[in-house]
């Protein structure tokens, strides 16, 4: 399966975004789906995942300020972020875990303005 993220961009502090991940195909919900991100000079970090039967899951960091969903219908991942920091400055990576297996978007940069 392909994913190919997009959404990125250049927003100021306080501001929002919302990023999408399509799939080439069909994505069962009981597939876990979920973001990461890679800030310059940093590793890349767990941002949320979500997976039909259980509660999605958030980074302490984006608690409460960053939404993930999903549209089976659409095979399409989403990432709605709110009240944006200038430390939320990233790439952001979609990926798809088929058990053993990790398919992972190209990634799409967020910039966050002071």
């Known amino acids: 399966v392909q994913l190919q993220a997009s959404g990125g961009g250049l927003v100021q502090a306080g501001g929002s975004l919302r990023l999408s991940c399509a799939g080439s195909?069909?994505?069962?919900?009981?597939?876990?789906m979920g973001w990461y991100r890679q800030a310059p000079g940093k590793q890349r970090e767990f941002v949320a995942s979500?997976?039909?039967?259980?509660?999605?899951n958030y980074a302490d960091s984006v608690q409460d300020r960053f939404t993930i969903s999903r549209d089976n219908a659409k095979n399409t991942l989403y990432l709605q972020m709110n009240s944006l920091k200038p430390e939320d400055t990233a790439v952001y990576y979609c990926?798809?875990?088929?058990?053993?297996?990790?398919?992972w978007g190209q990634g799409t940069l967020v910039t966050v303005s002071s």
């Open positions: 990926k798809a875990n088929f058990g053993s297996v990790d398919y």
């Open positions: 195909r069909t994505i069962h919900s009981s597939v876990a």
């Open positions: 979500i997976r039909s039967g259980r509660d999605p």
